[in-house]
């Protein structure tokens, strides 16, 4: 058992975390998302030119071939210092790696370097507006005419669908086929009449978030990625790319949070006071912490038993879980914190925080919902993990 | 970055895991449970021919000079079997006098305890007191060159059949008074736990020698007491493990309205629940003991998380275990109450999740806790 990086991985961690100290832009803008995305494209561009956009990619396609404990180093690393994100998140954790995985050599020529540089941004056409958890029984059609698919049907929680050049679309090309084995995964030109993006106001007032409406849109068949019929599996691996690296991101993530916590409690005055003297927030503020730790060093054991198997352990499908219970339980106790002031938000002279914990506490609802409900999360660890019957 | 066990942990743990099997079947469990003094001389005689009277102990004092993540691995597995051994009483006085002991005192104290010859117990509770962790109202009076005890101790585990006691006294010191001492007297109290007992311990003017009384004091017992508060973490986690793994197996096998129960949401979500909170536990125990051999710096804080996480999940789990067994888990018949009860006793000992969580709290709130996400 050891729990320390070796010299190298240290040596590794010190030039990724001085590299972003010295070339960290700042805080994105809190103007618009259109600011926003123009900053992100700007840090993608310097992350590339410095070789740490794609990290985890192979070498020959433009990535720097990181082992998973590095990969770890610098996803940590950078929501530590709450580096931004870079423009083309999905591309580069999704797309690049599905299209090195299953993509043509053709395919591989024309997608990744883009990708790469951030020129082309890319989303994800999975969920839709009936097929949230059970994805597999979604309905977008798409219908071989000649060496072109005509798509249509509704997409929806697609991040950033206004700004993508491409989607990563699964639709239904066999509609005899049983539900998981009529799919097919297709690159979808988002410049294209037949394909319509609305933004979807959430409960934060922003828009993350489109609806995406395809009505005859057209894909050449030069375009799948897999076999036709094949999607489900392409999916599915497009979805456990990169894990193990969000993992030590959300860790960072939330040891900045608990530390704003502290010192949120530290000014907040109760009982003649500070919160942070007073037993009952100290002990929720320490479980806090101790849950956020459990987690930690859950992502090591997680790591470890990757490295060794190449499969994740149990306590890896547990992660999600416990970030979106954590971040929940975090935000909420600011809220409490902050007792009457809690209703004032971002602008309001009077915010504590200028609203920050107001917008996190709303932000964070999405937490359990998004990539996988907590509910359909613990459907799997029941019958994966622990191997009990199915309900269905 | 390697968080496993080695191949020799591992056989350390089957080795143990095999044998408390064999050798702790609910059977014998229930009977030692329901003896009059809780005593099974022949497992303590077994477990100590395995080296676990002195697993975590210097082999210079014929301890097998192993460290604390092995110690961990052996208290898992004995929780996880809920074997009845004096094993926490005598972990507790064997670190102590490797600690902060003289060489004559491990001489004759920790050398013979280290081969299961003696047996150790830990009188640190004053009956009467609040309890605190490190606050000891018994005085050691001076008497000459040594001091005199007068009072009674209570919560002593494994009292029965101890050979000596380490008893601690206001000034932070603790003192070595065998059992059978003038004044001494032991008497057993009812607990919730069977498998372990605890007694309270009277010293009626009992006069300890300067050569009895330990060079160490106060702090000096802090590296003592963060390595049994791992230890107990782990025997807490053993115990959700096994109550976990009754409880799914249960539900496999149990029907209702013509179903296993297990399909049903409810009872499958508290089941995942059981396993998040039991390897959180068992990740905090080994992060802990990790610390305790190789960063010793850290070992205050990690060994809080790891005590106040362990200390609810250890009662918690076997408590959500009774509720998908519904009512024959709540039977004296079925064994699941008897790691209730133990994981609710641990969960008091050694200072309960309130008071580690306050560790905590200081550590964080003084920003003492940053570290880095890997």
Same mark, same amino acid.
């Given at each position: 058992?050891?729990?320390?990086?070796? /010299?190298?991985?240290?040596?590794?961690?010190?030039?990724?975390?001085?590299?972003?100290?010295?070339?960290?832009?700042?805080?994105?803008?809190?103007?618009?998302?259109?600011?926003?995305?123009?900053?992100?494209?700007?840090?993608?561009?310097?992350?590339?030119?410095?070789?740490?956009?794609?990290?985890?990619?192979?070498?020959?396609?433009?990535?720097?071939?990181?082992?998973?404990?590095?990969?770890? $180093?610098?996803?940590?690393?950078?929501?530590?210092?709450?580096?931004?994100?870079?423009?083309?998140?999905?591309?580069?954790?999704?797309?690049?790696?599905?299209?090195?995985?299953?993509?043509?050599?053709?395919?591989?020529?024309?997608?990744?370097?883009?990708?790469?540089?951030?020129?082309? $941004?890319?989303? *994800?056409?999975?969920?839709? /507006?009936?097929?949230?958890?059970?994805?597999?029984?979604?309905?977008?059609?798409?219908?071989?005419?000649?060496?072109?698919?005509?798509?249509?049907?509704?997409?929806?929680? #697609?991040?950033?669908?206004?700004?993508?050049?491409?989607?990563?679309?699964?639709?239904? #090309?066999?509609?005899?086929?049983?539900?998981?084995?009529?799919?097919?995964?297709?690159?979808?030109?988002?410049?294209?009449?037949?394909?319509?993006?609305?933004?979807?106001?959430?409960?934060? =007032?922003?828009?993350?978030?489109?609806?995406?409406?395809?009505?005859?849109?057209?894909?050449?068949?030069?375009? $799948?990625?897999?076999?036709? =019929?094949?999607?489900?599996?392409?999916?599915?691996?497009?979805?456990?790319?990169?894990?193990?690296?969000?993992?030590?991101?959300?860790?960072? *993530?939330?040891?900045?949070?608990?530390?704003?916590?502290?010192?949120?409690?530290?000014?907040?005055?109760?009982? =003649?006071?500070?919160?942070?003297?007073?037993? @009952? @927030?100290?002990?929720?503020?320490?479980?806090?912490?101790?849950?956020?730790? #459990?987690?930690?060093?859950?992502?090591?054991?997680?790591?470890?038993?990757?490295?060794?198997?190449?499969?994740? =352990?149990?306590?890896?499908?547990?992660?999600?879980?416990?970030?979106?219970?954590?971040? *929940?339980?975090?935000?909420?106790?600011?809220?409490?914190?902050?007792?009457?002031?809690?209703?004032?938000?971002?602008?309001?002279?009077?915010?504590?925080?200028?609203?920050?914990?107001? @917008?996190?506490?709303?932000?964070?609802?999405?937490?359990?919902?998004?990539?996988?409900?907590?509910?359909?999360?613990?459907?799997?660890?029941?019958?994966?993990?622990?191997?009990?019957?199915?309900?269905? | 970055?390697?968080?496993?066990?080695?191949?020799?942990?591992?056989?350390?743990?089957?080795? +143990?895991?095999?044998?408390?099997? &064999?050798?702790?079947?609910?059977?014998?469990?229930?009977?030692?449970?329901?003896?009059?003094?809780?005593?099974?001389?022949?497992?303590?005689?077994?477990?100590?021919?395995?080296?676990?009277?002195?697993?975590?102990?210097?082999?210079?004092?014929?301890?097998?000079?192993?460290?604390?993540?092995?110690?961990?691995?052996?208290?898992?597995?004995?929780?996880?079997?809920?074997?009845?051994?004096?094993?926490? &009483?005598?972990?507790?006085?064997?670190?102590?006098?490797?600690?902060?002991?003289?060489?004559?005192?491990?001489?004759?104290?920790?050398?013979?305890?280290?081969?299961?010859?003696?047996?150790?117990?830990? +009188?640190?509770?004053?009956?009467?007191?609040?309890?605190?962790?490190?606050?000891?109202?018994?005085?050691?009076?001076?008497?000459?060159?040594?001091?005199?005890?007068?009072?009674?101790?209570?919560?002593?585990?494994?009292?029965?059949?101890?050979?000596?006691?380490?008893? +601690?006294?206001?000034?932070?010191?603790?003192?070595?008074?065998?059992?059978?001492?003038?004044?001494?007297?032991?008497?057993?109290?009812?607990?919730?736990?069977?498998?372990?007992?605890? &007694?309270?311990?009277?010293?009626?003017?009992?006069?300890?020698?300067?050569?009895? &009384?330990?060079?160490?004091?106060?702090?000096?017992?802090?590296?003592?007491?963060?390595?049994?508060?791992?230890?107990?973490?782990?025997?807490?986690?053993?115990?959700?493990?096994?109550?976990?793994?009754?409880?799914?197996?249960?539900?496999?096998?149990?029907?209702?309205?013509?179903?296993?129960?297990?399909?049903?949401?409810?009872?499958?979500?508290?089941?995942?629940?059981?396993?998040?909170?039991?390897?959180?536990?068992?990740?905090?125990?080994?992060?802990?003991?990790?610390?305790?051999? +190789?960063?010793?710096?850290?070992?205050?804080?990690?060994?809080?998380?790891?005590?106040?996480?362990?200390?609810?999940?250890?009662?918690?789990?076997?408590?959500?275990?009774?509720?998908?067994?519904?009512?024959?888990?709540?039977?004296?018949?079925?064994?699941?109450?008897?790691?209730?009860?133990?994981?609710?006793?641990?969960?008091?000992?050694?200072?309960?999740?309130?008071?580690?969580?306050?560790?905590?709290?200081?550590?964080?709130?003084?920003?003492?806790?940053?570290?880095?996400?890997?």
């Amino acid at each position: 058992m050891d729990l320390t990086l070796s /010299p190298s991985e240290e040596e590794f961690r010190d030039e990724v975390r001085t590299w972003l100290e010295e070339n960290h832009p700042g805080p994105e803008p809190e103007a618009g998302l259109d600011e926003v995305m123009a900053f992100r494209r700007e840090w993608q561009l310097k992350l590339h030119a410095a070789g740490w956009a794609g990290i985890s990619w192979p070498e020959k396609y433009g990535g720097r071939g990181a082992t998973m404990i590095e990969q770890a $180093i610098f996803v940590g690393e950078a929501a530590r210092q709450e580096a931004p994100s870079p423009a083309n998140v999905l591309g580069l954790a999704m797309g690049g790696p599905v299209v090195i995985a299953h993509g043509t050599d053709a395919q591989k020529q024309r997608y990744l370097e883009p990708i790469l540089t951030g020129e082309e $941004i890319w989303c *994800q056409g999975f969920s839709e /507006p009936e097929s949230g958890s059970d994805l597999a029984s979604l309905k977008t059609r798409a219908v071989k005419d000649g060496d072109e698919w005509v798509v249509s049907g509704q997409k929806v929680w #697609t991040t950033f669908a206004q700004y993508a050049k491409w989607c990563m679309l699964v639709a239904r #090309t066999d509609p005899d086929a049983p539900k998981h084995k009529g799919l097919t995964y297709f690159l979808m030109d988002m410049e294209q009449e037949g394909v319509e993006t609305k933004p979807l106001v959430q409960i934060t =007032g922003e828009g993350e978030f489109n609806e995406v409406f395809m009505d005859e849109a057209r894909i050449p068949e030069a375009n $799948i990625v897999g076999e036709v =019929g094949a999607g489900w599996g392409v999916a599915i691996t497009t979805l456990m790319n990169e894990r193990a690296g969000l993992a030590f991101g959300a860790i960072a *993530q939330i040891q900045n949070s608990l530390g704003r916590l502290a010192r949120l409690a530290k000014e907040v005055r109760v009982n =003649g006071g500070s919160a942070a003297e007073d037993t @009952y @927030y100290r002990q929720r503020i320490a479980q806090l912490h101790i849950e956020a730790e #459990t987690m930690r060093l859950n992502a090591y054991r997680g790591l470890t038993k990757t490295m060794q198997s190449g499969i994740p =352990g149990p306590e890896g499908s547990l992660g999600k879980w416990q970030w979106a219970d954590i971040n *929940q339980n975090l935000t909420e106790l600011a809220l409490e914190i902050e007792g009457a002031y809690a209703p004032l938000a971002r602008g309001a002279e009077n915010a504590v925080a200028n609203g920050a914990w107001q @917008y996190g506490f709303l932000r964070s609802r999405a937490n359990s919902i998004e990539g996988g409900t907590t509910d359909i999360l613990k459907n799997i660890i029941a019958e994966r993990v622990l191997g009990l019957p199915r309900l269905r | 970055m390697y968080f496993d066990l080695t191949d020799e942990q591992q056989a350390i743990k089957s080795t +143990a895991h095999d044998f408390l099997a &064999s050798r702790f079947k609910s059977e014998r469990m229930r009977e030692i449970a329901a003896s009059d003094d809780g005593l099974d001389p022949d497992g303590w005689k077994q477990m100590a021919e395995l080296g676990w009277a002195g697993l975590a102990l210097p082999e210079e004092w014929g301890g097998q000079g192993l460290g604390i993540v092995d110690l961990a691995v052996l208290f898992e597995e004995m929780g996880y079997a809920l074997a009845p051994s004096p094993l926490l &009483s005598n972990t507790v006085a064997g670190l102590a006098l490797s600690f902060c002991g003289s060489d004559d005192q491990r001489e004759r104290y920790l050398r013979p305890l280290a081969g299961g010859e003696l047996r150790g117990a830990p +009188a640190l509770w004053d009956a009467g007191s609040p309890g605190t962790i490190g606050e000891f109202t018994m005085e050691a009076v001076v008497d000459g060159d040594g001091v005199v005890l007068n009072g009674e101790k209570t919560l002593v585990p494994d009292a029965a059949g101890a050979d000596f006691f380490l008893v +601690a006294t206001s000034d932070g010191r603790r003192h070595l008074v065998d059992s059978g001492a003038e004044g001494v007297s032991v008497r057993a109290e009812a607990g919730i736990d069977p498998t372990r007992r605890f &007694s309270s311990v009277r010293f009626d003017g009992v006069r300890v020698g300067a050569a009895d &009384s330990l060079p160490g004091s106060g702090a000096d017992y802090y590296p003592v007491f963060h390595r049994v508060c791992v230890a107990l973490a782990a025997e807490s986690t053993g115990i959700a493990q096994r109550s976990l793994e009754m409880a799914v197996e249960y539900a496999k096998d149990r029907q209702q309205f013509g179903r296993p129960i297990g399909a049903y949401q409810a009872v499958s979500h508290r089941c995942a629940q059981m396993l998040l909170e039991t390897e959180n536990s068992r990740s905090a125990v080994y992060g802990a003991a990790w610390a305790a051999d +190789a960063e010793p710096e850290s070992l205050p804080l990690a060994a809080s998380t790891a005590k106040a996480y362990a200390s609810d999940v250890g009662w918690r789990v076997p408590d959500a275990s009774i509720q998908v067994h519904g009512g024959i888990g709540f039977t004296w018949e079925h064994d699941l109450h008897f790691f209730l009860k133990r994981g609710r006793s641990n969960a008091a000992i050694f200072g309960d999740a309130k008071w580690h969580r306050e560790r905590v709290a200081d550590a964080v709130l003084a920003g003492a806790a940053e570290t880095a996400a890997i």
